[in-house]
């Protein structure tokens, strides 16, 4: 494994450090119809973890027009492989056929932005909120979607996203459902080892088909699924920033997409569900399973105490922690 490695970093897999303030350069420029978003670490959070991320990063490839996917990988954990790293393994055994963007927030960043925020002493270690305001800030798309790695799109669903990017749409769009939970991703065949892209390809069209044949979800899982276009969240300034909550965020998140877009409105639309790979939510966050119980359990219910505050906080323009130097790998088909 580790030759293999070095083998896909030889080959040069672009890495670059992204400068303060460098997601500027194109901001005014579209180079792609859709930045899919999302955040992510090599901790098995859930379980089998990298076996979703390779499901979600599949299913999502299938687009035909300009994408790229930007997956930011927030506080990797010590002595494990990064996920840049294994993507570029996946890719070099069977190419993707759009670029995927790693933008890694390392553990120093991690703790600037906490210190910023006077919260350094937050028991969080992974901020999914925050690492998808990263997202939107270095995304080229002229639409993005906030999502988030264990979800699987259907054939039907990415059919319909591709129908509405190409258009004029100035509201945020989501599914009716938002969310449809499927069997934990160990009922499915792994895709993991796959070489034969037919093979891949079978696979996918037959978690389509259950897909199809499953009935309701979830209406307001608001983070698994948002589409808007970019200069909308850029001027709404994301996500709120507060390192000592993990929850609520999409609520505040929408209500300053409103107040900065006032002739923006939610439209539920059938045909955007996405489908959520069941697994267990124990130790959201990167906090520490052996921790004081109660703030475990707590957590895991999504108690208000532990999300963001009301009023949300506002952020000031070094929101996405675009003040730092954050490392970009692009993995590219070979």
């Known amino acids: 494994m580790r030759f293999i490695l070095y083998i896909c970093i030889a080959l040069g897999n672009l890495s670059s450090l992204v400068g303060a303030n460098s997601y500027t350069e194109n901001c005014d420029k579209d180079f792609y119809k859709l930045s899919i978003i999302c955040s992510g670490r090599n901790d098995d959070y859930g379980g089998n973890f990298l076996n979703r991320l390779e499901y ?14 930007i997956l ?9 492989l990064k996920l840049s790293d294994i993507i570029k393994i996946w890719n070099e055994r069977l190419n993707y056929k759009n670029p995927i963007v790693v933008i890694e927030v390392s553990k120093e960043n ?66 009716e459902p938002v969310r449809t939970d499927i069997n934990n991703v160990t009922y499915y065949q792994c895709l993991i080892d796959l070489t034969s892209s037919k093979e891949l390809e079978n696979c996918l069209k037959r978690l389509d088909g259950n897909c199809a044949r499953i009935q309701g979800g979830h209406r307001t899982g608001y983070g698994d699924f948002m589409l808007f276009k970019r200069e909308k969240v850029l001027k709404a300034k994301g996500f709120p920033e507060f390192p000592y909550g993990i929850h609520h965020f999409e609520q505040p998140f929408i209500d300053a997409f409103f ?19 069941d697994h267990s939510r124990w130790g959201g966050g990167g906090i520490n399973t052996s921790s004081d119980p109660h703030f475990l359990s707590q957590s895991q219910g999504k108690h208000p105490s532990l999300g963001c505050p009301n009023p949300a906080p506002i952020n000031d323009e070094n929101w996405g922690l675009v003040n730092l130097n954050l490392k970009k790998t692009v993995i590219k088909s070979t």
């Open 110 to 175: 991690h703790d600037k932005f906490c210190s910023y925020y006077n919260q350094g002493d937050t028991r969080y270690t992974f901020h999914e909120y925050a690492a998808k305001n990263v997202g939107f800030r270095h995304a080229k798309g002229k639409y993005i979607i906030q999502t988030n790695p264990d979800n699987f799109y259907c054939r039907k669903t990415l059919d319909h996203i591709e129908e509405i990017v190409c258009t004029e749409m100035d509201d945020i769009i989501i599914g």
């Open 259 to 277: 107040r900065t877009n006032p002739k923006s409105q939610i439209k539920r639309l059938d045909g955007f569900t996405v489908y959520h790979f």
């Open 72 to 80: 930011v990988e927030w506080n990797p954990i010590q002595n494990q």
């Open 56 to 69: 979600f990063l599949r299913s999502v490839d299938r687009l035909t027009i300009p994408v790229e996917i």
